[in-house]
């Protein structure tokens, strides 16, 4: 994406902040709605990059048999 220049906007009352503001939102979901057609919804990334295998070896130290309670 190429980002234009930014200008910036003076607001001097209510009206007019809600005005841009609405401006902005309608510009955004516009953009949206582009990038929306292009390139499809967006979806999950799903359980394939969460499946990650976990540790099976604890360290000895923890376990009862190297522990001082059977000394």
Excluded at 11 to 31: D, F, I, S
Excluded at 39 to 58: L, V, W
Aim: aromatic share 10%; hydrophobic share 30%; glycine share 4%.
């Amino acid at each position: 994406m190429v980002r234009k220049n930014r200008i910036t906007m003076v607001v001097t009352n209510m009206k007019e902040l809600c005005e841009y503001n609405r401006q902005k939102k309608l510009a955004r979901k516009a953009q949206h709605v582009e990038i929306i057609k292009i390139y499809g919804e967006c979806k999950g990334m799903g359980d394939k990059r969460y499946t990650i295998p976990q540790k099976s070896s604890f360290p000895k130290q923890y376990k009862a048999a190297f522990n001082k309670i059977w000394r």
